[in-house]
């Protein structure tokens, strides 16, 4: 009976390891901007900031890790070696989440991406969980052979693969599912003006360009946008104050004086099309050449037609499309590249509702503007 019970809590071990870890790595590798963006936060935070860099390759590399492993885990393949690697990988989580959990240097890990938010608390309470999972599987598994099969050797490879073809794809185009509050949609008119009580809210974080001192503002505050005088650090979260703050609450256009147009774009009872850039340098020949043909049937339809960056207006009051000219307004960075993960692109509204987002190199394949 004993024996039986043993063997009852290696498999419910075993297949929660494998579901859990399955998850963490799909919704990685949908959305590997966005699991680039949590290592630079990690990075910023311990001020390990020479691997910046690395951080979207390590996106990759992370997703098709945790999705390889746990499917192999579920299917009972090479049960050894992804035995000792989910153990080493949770005594590595373990402390660290009790360590983020106390300091607070991030307040998301950031384990599930976007499709599940954990405090830290919660983060460290399972993986409290899980790592005691992570021994009985270990133990479990301890006498049998390193070498696997070239079966269970082809399928590790395949799965890693796939999880690794899934990133790619979503890097180059959009996540194949947006977890995220910019979905198709999504009605900013309402959800911006909308109150919801929550323990968060966002601020920027900027220093004195003069003095080198830290300051915070209110995303939606002017203020920061003084360019002669601060310096944009990060965009975060933070559980200091508790307020009342709307369900999109970092969504906020300003033009070159500083104030807000938000109200009047999301009042616009017509279409808006945003041309997003999160550094004018990334935008390519063959994107300029596009998006030069679909702004000037955008206008000749009536559209109003804008420039969204974080980048300086005095710097770029306008960018240049061929023959065409689009007025810049600013965004925060975080919140440009939550709307929209791609480096250039497009996001549409319709009277304050979100109804197209495009990667640039999707546009490219289009003969004409569609129709909204």
């Given at each position: 009976?004993?024996?039986?019970?043993?063997?009852?809590?290696?498999?419910?071990?075993?297949?929660?390891?494998?579901?859990?870890?399955?998850?963490?790595?799909?919704?990685?590798?949908?959305?590997?901007?966005?699991?680039?963006?949590?290592?630079?936060?990690?990075?910023?935070?311990?001020?390990?900031?020479?691997?910046?860099?690395?951080?979207?390759?390590?996106?990759?590399?992370?997703?098709?890790?945790?999705?390889?492993?746990?499917?192999?885990?579920?299917?009972?393949?090479?049960?050894?070696?992804?035995?000792?690697?989910?153990?080493?990988?949770?005594?590595?989580?373990?402390?660290?989440?009790?360590?983020?959990?106390?300091?607070?240097?991030?307040?998301?890990?950031?384990?599930?991406?976007?499709?599940?938010?954990?405090?830290?608390?919660?983060?460290?309470?399972?993986?409290?969980?899980?790592?005691?999972?992570?021994?009985?599987?270990?133990?479990?598994?301890?006498?049998?052979?390193?070498?696997?099969?070239?079966?269970?050797?082809?399928?590790?490879?395949?799965?890693?693969?796939?999880?690794?073809?899934?990133?790619?794809?979503?890097?180059?185009?959009?996540?194949?599912?947006?977890?995220?509050?910019?979905?198709?949609?999504?009605?900013?008119?309402?959800?911006?003006?909308?109150?919801?009580?929550?323990?968060?809210?966002?601020?920027?974080?900027?220093r004195n360009i003069e003095t080198g001192e830290l300051a915070e503002f209110d995303i939606n505050d002017p203020e920061w946008y003084d360019e002669g005088r601060w310096e944009w650090v990060e965009t975060r979260n933070t559980a200091l104050r508790t307020r009342i703050h709307p369900s999109v609450r970092d969504f906020a256009i300003m033009d070159a004086e500083g104030r807000s147009i938000t109200d009047e774009v999301l009042a616009d009872p017509g279409m808006v099309y945003m041309i997003a850039i999160s550094r004018v340098k990334d935008l390519s020949p063959r994107c300029e050449r596009w998006l030069e043909t679909a702004v000037r049937e955008a206008v000749g339809r009536g559209y109003r037609v804008m420039c969204l960056t974080s980048e300086p207006l005095s710097k770029y009051p306008e960018i240049a499309l061929g023959t065409q000219r689009v007025r810049c307004y600013n965004m925060d960075a975080t919140t440009l590249k939550t709307m929209l993960r791609a480096k250039v692109g497009v996001v549409v509204l319709r009277g304050g509702v979100i109804v197209d987002k495009e990667n640039c190199r999707d546009l490219l394949d289009r003969r004409e503007l569609p129709e909204y």
């Open positions: 009976m004993e024996t039986k019970h043993k063997k009852i809590a290696v498999e419910i071990s075993r297949v929660v390891l494998g579901l859990v870890f399955i998850f963490s790595g799909f919704v990685k590798a949908v959305d590997p901007w966005g699991s680039a963006y949590k290592i630079l936060d990690y990075l910023l935070a311990f001020e390990i900031m020479d691997l910046n860099a690395a951080a979207l390759p390590l996106s990759f590399l992370q997703a098709a890790v945790e999705f390889g492993v746990g499917v192999c885990l579920l299917l009972g393949i090479y049960r050894r070696f992804n035995s000792v690697l989910v153990l080493l990988i949770m005594l590595f989580m373990t402390p660290l989440t009790l360590y983020l959990a106390i300091t607070n240097p991030v307040t998301d890990c950031g384990c599930f991406g976007d499709a599940i938010k954990l405090t830290n608390w919660e983060t460290f309470i399972k993986n409290m969980v899980l790592l005691p999972m992570s021994f009985v599987v270990f133990w479990s598994s301890r006498k049998l052979p390193w070498k696997p099969t070239w079966r269970d050797g082809g399928f590790m490879l395949l799965f890693g693969t796939i999880a690794f073809g899934i990133g790619v794809y979503s890097y180059r185009h959009l996540p194949l599912i947006d977890f995220l509050p910019y979905k198709i949609g999504t009605d900013l008119g309402t959800a911006v003006h909308t109150p919801a009580r929550g323990e968060l809210e966002t601020v920027v974080v900027v």
